[in-house]
Nanobody
């Protein structure tokens, strides 16, 4: 059974940092692209970032570019999203997702995948003073 489990969310002050993790079981992340998404109350879910293990390509949405960093540790079968200089508008439930993507990101249009096969349950991130 495939599971993605997020952790590391919490309450942080504006300007602070937080790292959320996504631990995978039942699959090896090495052949998967990882995506991070978020959903704020009353809003639709939006993509934040993604990472292709095939060629190491990363992509970020403009709202988080230069503040968030996606990474992974294949030995631990875990992906991460480091979030710096957090703003109140970053408050949301953060989800990780995985989709089989063994080829270079150019095969998928040099952008994040549109659909993902597996999703985590989410972790709450609240940015407030």
């Amino acid at each position: 059974q495939v599971q993605l489990v997020e952790s590391g969310g919490g309450l942080v002050q504006p300007g602070g940092s937080l790292r959320v993790s996504c631990a995978a079981s039942g699959l090896s992340l090495e052949s998967y692209a990882i995506g991070w998404f978020r959903q704020a109350p009353g809003k639709e879910r939006e993509g934040v970032s993604c990472h292709y293990n095939s060629d190491g390509s990363t992509y970020y949405e403009d709202l988080v570019k230069d503040r968030f960093t996606i990474s992974r540790d294949n030995a631990k079968n875990t992906a991460y999203l480091q979030m710096n200089n957090l703003k109140p508008e970053d408050t949301a439930v953060y989800y990780c997702a995985a989709v089989l993507s063994p080829w270079p990101s150019s095969w998928y249009g040099n952008k994040c995948r549109d659909k993902y096969d597996y999703w985590g349950q989410g972790t709450q991130v609240t940015v407030s003073s």
